[in-house]
């Protein structure tokens, strides 16, 4: 994931890199069907902006196949090497790593398709950048961006107080820091204020109490904390960190129930 801010939100330590790709484990197979219902297919030229550590690129180039390409684009110049080596060691050969701003960066062919994961709420103007990009997709080339919605996530988190805080100060934290924790549901306006038709959208949210799946939240505190830190937020609710992710396990197989994800908005459309 790249970031149109000074700083990415996240980090990028190697403990997040492999936060991000464990949690990119988790997306791909409803990424790929979204990719699939949105149109990407084989042969196609497709440019990924915030590639982060690889995951969607690489994902991307398996749909297009040896006949097609990816171009990612990630500022971040370690982000960047941990992508290439990746992409390298799973001998995957169609990706082209840029690094650059996604703001700065200027297409030199036309693209069949423009996709990107929870990069848009990161950028200060989501809509002028697409809307910059746009014109370099081929008519009726597609748009197709997965963001986050955290109000159902809040909602269904409330019943375990431990959980609750960590997601609650997980939100507080990118909310102060000027993350658009709401980016998923606003694809529907971003994406006409880019100039392009009104997209189609879904929201998926995965329920699951297995140790893999609650570890997001100790995982993702950790990645935060510097910023937690720097925004002078208040952490007393979650205890101590170095504890924080057994507590969390305890208290959710305690509850006998499932614990909720970021809701996943998928919206695709195409350029006129």
């Known amino acids: 994931m790249g970031s149109g801010q000074p700083h990415y939100h996240l980090g990028n330590t190697d403990a997040e890199h492999d936060r991000l790709i464990r949690q990119a484990r988790r997306l791909a197979p409803i990424t790929e069907r979204f990719f699939r219902e949105a149109g990407v297919a084989q042969g196609q030229r497709v440019l990924d902006l915030g590639a982060g550590v690889g995951d969607v ?3 991307a180039a398996e749909i297009v196949g040896p006949s097609g390409s990816v171009v990612a684009i990630e500022r971040d110049a370690r982000t960047m090497a941990r992508a290439r080596a990746r992409a390298a060691e799973a001998h995957v050969a169609n990706i082209e790593f840029v690094q ?7 297409p030199d062919a036309p693209f069949d398709a423009l996709v990107g994961r929870y990069i848009l709420q990161f950028l200060p103007d989501a809509a002028a950048t697409l809307r910059r990009l746009v014109p370099a997709l081929r008519p009726r080339g597609i748009v197709a961006f997965q963001e986050g919605s955290w109000a159902p996530f809040l ?23 000027g993350v658009d924790l709401e980016m998923g549901p606003a694809l529907y306006r971003v994406l006409q204020e880019a100039g392009l038709p009104g997209p189609r959208m ?3 949210m995965e329920l699951a109490c297995d140790p893999e799946f609650i570890r997001w939240t100790s995982d993702s505190v ?3 904390l510097p910023q937690i830190e720097r925004l002078r937020i208040a952490h007393d609710a979650i205890g101590d960190l170095e504890t924080l992710e057994e507590r969390l396990q305890i208290e959710v197989a305690r509850s006998k129930a499932v614990v909720p994800w970021i809701g996943l908005v998928g919206a695709w459309t195409r350029r006129d």
């Open 57 to 59: 690129a690489m994902l």
């Open 100 to 106: 650059d701003d996604i703001d700065g960066y200027s």
């Open 155 to 177: 909602a269904l988190s409330r019943g375990l107080p431990l959980w609750f805080a960590a997601v609650s100060l997980l939100h507080d934290a990118a909310v102060r820091a």
């Open 202 to 204: 879904r929201l998926e």
């Open 222 to 224: 950790r990645s935060v």
